[in-house]
C-alpha cells in the first residue's frame, strides 16, 4: 500500500468518525463534510484520486465500495459518497440541537 492510499484511508476513517465525536470537537468536525464537498466541487473530484495514479476505477471510494458492492459504478460511488456526507452533516447537527437542549433544561 503506497503512502496516498493510507492517507486516503486515514480520511476516509476521519470523515465517517465524525458523528461519534465529543460535543465539545463535534462544534467544528460538522463542518468537514462540508468543506470536503466544496474541495470535490472545486478540483472536479477528490484532488488524492487526481494524484493517484494506481486506481483500477479512477475513484478511491469505489476501490473501496466494491468490497461490498462488486457491481457498483464510479456514478453509484459518487452518490453513496454524497449521501453520507450529507447523513453524517445531519446526525452532528442533530447531535447539537440535542446537546444544547439538553442543556437548556438543566438550567
Same mark, same amino acid.
Given at each position: 500500500? @503506497?503512502? !496516498?492510499?493510507?492517507?486516503?484511508?486515514?480520511?476516509?476513517?476521519?470523515?465517517?468518525?465524525? $458523528?461519534?465525536? $465529543?460535543?465539545? +470537537?463535534?462544534? +467544528?468536525?460538522? +463542518?468537514? $463534510?462540508? /468543506?470536503?464537498?466544496?474541495?470535490?466541487?472545486?478540483?472536479?473530484?477528490?484532488?488524492?484520486?487526481? /494524484?493517484?495514479?494506481?486506481?483500477?476505477?479512477?475513484?478511491?471510494?469505489?476501490?473501496? +465500495?466494491?468490497?461490498?458492492? $462488486?457491481?457498483?459504478? /464510479?456514478? @453509484?460511488?459518487?452518490? /453513496?459518497?454524497?449521501?453520507?456526507? !450529507?447523513?453524517?452533516?445531519?446526525?452532528?447537527?442533530?447531535?447539537?440541537?440535542?446537546?444544547?437542549?439538553?442543556?437548556?433544561?438543566?438550567?
Amino acid at each position: 500500500m @503506497d503512502w !496516498l492510499n493510507a492517507l486516503h484511508f486515514l480520511i476516509f476513517g476521519f470523515i465517517i468518525s465524525i $458523528p461519534f465525536w $465529543p460535543i465539545a +470537537y463535534l462544534r +467544528y468536525g460538522v +463542518y468537514v $463534510p462540508i /468543506v470536503i464537498s466544496i474541495i470535490w466541487v472545486t478540483f472536479n473530484g477528490c484532488p488524492l484520486t487526481k /494524484v493517484q495514479t494506481n486506481l483500477s476505477s479512477n475513484s478511491f471510494t469505489t476501490e473501496v +465500495y466494491k468490497h461490498c458492492m $462488486p457491481n457498483i459504478s /464510479v456514478k @453509484d460511488a459518487e452518490h /453513496v459518497n454524497t449521501f453520507a456526507l !450529507l447523513l453524517i452533516t445531519i446526525i452532528g447537527f442533530h447531535r447539537l440541537k440535542c446537546s444544547n437542549l439538553v442543556m437548556v433544561n438543566r438550567r
